[in-house]
C-alpha cells in the first residue's frame, strides 16, 4: 500500500480540516494545507476534531499553489473533481501520489483541472447528488 499525500487546497471549514488531519495520522498519510485556510491553525475546532491524534500527523503548509508545486515537482497528482471521466479506483497509487481535494464552497480552481485533464478522478456519487463531504 502507498504512503500518501492528501493536499486540501484553500480549506474553508476547521472541523472538516481536523477530520481529515485524523484520518491521515491513522493512515500515514501526509496532509498538504495550501493557503490561504478559512481558519487559523490553532482554532479550537480543528484541533478538537483532529482529537489526540496530532503527534502522529506529518503535516506541511504552503502559501499558495505555486508554492506547493515549486516544493513537489516530482510527485504524481490526482485531483478529485466530480468534472472527471475516470473514478478514482482507475489509477494507481505510488508513494509519490498526491491526491488534491478542493475547498467546500467551490472545489479545485477550474485552470487547475483543464490544465491536468488526465490527473483528474471522482468518486462516483448517486446522480442527484452535488458534492461529497470528504472528513
Avoid at 21 to 38: D, E, I, N, S, Y
Avoid at 103 to 122: A, S
Wanted: hydrophobic share 35%; aromatic share 12%; charged share 25%.
Amino acid at each position: 500500500m502507498a504512503n500518501l499525500n492528501l493536499v486540501l487546497v484553500e480549506p474553508e471549514i476547521p472541523q472538516n480540516t481536523g477530520n481529515v488531519a485524523r484520518t491521515c495520522a491513522v493512515t500515514g498519510a501526509a496532509l498538504h494545507l495550501v493557503k490561504p485556510m478559512g481558519f487559523e491553525i490553532d482554532d479550537k475546532k480543528l484541533k478538537r476534531a483532529g482529537l489526540d491524534y496530532w503527534h502522529f500527523l506529518n503535516i506541511q503548509y504552503y502559501e499558495g499553489l505555486d508554492d506547493f508545486f515549486e516544493k513537489n515537482k516530482d510527485g504524481k497528482y490526482f485531483f478529485f473533481t466530480t468534472k472527471a471521466r475516470q473514478t478514482h479506483s482507475d489509477v494507481t497509487y505510488t508513494d509519490k501520489s498526491f491526491l488534491f481535494f478542493g475547498k467546500e464552497t467551490k472545489g479545485l480552481p477550474e485552470e487547475l483541472l483543464l490544465k491536468h485533464p488526465d490527473e483528474c478522478v471522482r468518486i462516483p456519487m448517486i446522480d442527484d447528488a452535488r458534492s461529497l463531504n470528504l472528513s
